[in-house]
């Protein structure tokens, strides 16, 4: 896998900062996780608090996508 990055994308009109891995080159795959945000001493971004408490409360990996990315658009 590929470095860690850091950079900033608007999110329902806030600025938040993300942290995520590259997996994958040909299209771009990055991978956002809670450990990155925790391994660079940042406060984990809404979004991926917002993911993590839907998966607590029994939604599959892929309906929690979907519920993330209606909100985010």
Known sequence: MGAVMQWTCIFQGREQVVIGQVEKHHPVLVRVHRSFYEQL????????????????????VCEASDILGRLIR
Do not use: E, M, N, S
Not at 41 to 60: C, E, K, N, S
């Open 41 to 60: 001493g940042q406060p984990v971004a809404p979004f991926v608090r917002a993911y993590d408490g839907l998966r607590r409360l029994g939604f599959t």
